[in-house]
């Protein structure tokens, strides 16, 4: 494993202007370990979730112009692709590094994976830990944090996905950049793996529906 955290200068690459200056920092400095993350990650999600995970580094490819805000490593039971299923992602903003169990707007089950969610309403606003945060678009930073959230909150975020074409729900952990930096990959490693293994609950009730 060749995973040796994360540097300021990989934070940074999100200040680089252009498309094509900042894909070239991207690539020469964050997705290199991105990979090894999903080589990390994949075994111990299939171990994990009973499904064999497959991980899925962002390419950006479509992108003509705006430069990407974010990047990251998803992982999914599809070897094909991630958007259309559940799936857990590992990334960074210019601010914080992310970690999430994620149902986002390309999913065909949101409906049913929502209607689960709302079933198991109680042990989810009782298990998911306080520190851990929720959003409902994957495409911006801003986040919702669990100690914050009413029950009625919460279950106005499921009734959401079985109802807007395009909602979203991620639940998950965020680590500031001024303390991802600091970490030795070790402890970072383990941090993910904590997140992973608690997450792994919602995974489990999006994959009954």
């Known amino acids: 494993m060749s995973f040796s955290g994360f540097t300021n200068e990989d934070f940074d690459v999100f200040k680089i202007d252009g498309l094509e200056e900042r894909m070239g920092a991207l690539i020469k400095t964050v997705r290199p370990k991105l990979e090894d993350l999903g ?3 994949a075994p111990s999600l299939t171990t994990l979730t009973g499904q064999e995970m497959f991980a899925h580094v962002a390419k950006h490819a479509r992108r003509t112009k705006n430069p990407p805000k974010d990047t990251w ?6 070897s094909r692709g991630y958007k259309m299923v ?25 409906e049913e ?5 709302k079933e198991n309403l109680d042990s989810l606003f009782n298990n998911t830990p306080v520190d851990f945060v929720w959003s409902i678009d994957h495409t911006k930073p801003e986040t919702i944090q669990q100690q914050m959230l009413s029950k009625e909150d919460l279950e106005a ?7 807007v074409k395009k909602a ?4 998950g952990f965020q680590i500031p950049r001024s303390t991802a930096v600091e970490m030795n990959s070790e402890s970072l490693l383990n941090q993910i793996d904590f997140v ?5 609950t919602l995974y489990e009730i999006s994959s009954q529906s």
């Open 113 to 117: 994976i929502g209607m689960k969610f």
């Open 157 to 163: 975020l499921f009734e959401r996905l079985t109802k």
């Open 86 to 110: 559940p799936h857990f992602q590992i990334g960074l903003w210019e601010s914080h590094l992310f970690i999430w169990f994620a149902i986002i707007y390309e999913c065909p089950r949101k």
């Open 168 to 171: 979203e729900v991620l639940c």
């Open 73 to 78: 490593v998803a992982f999914a039971n599809n």
């Open 39 to 41: 080589k990390h990650f």
């Open 196 to 200: 992973f293994r608690k997450l792994n």
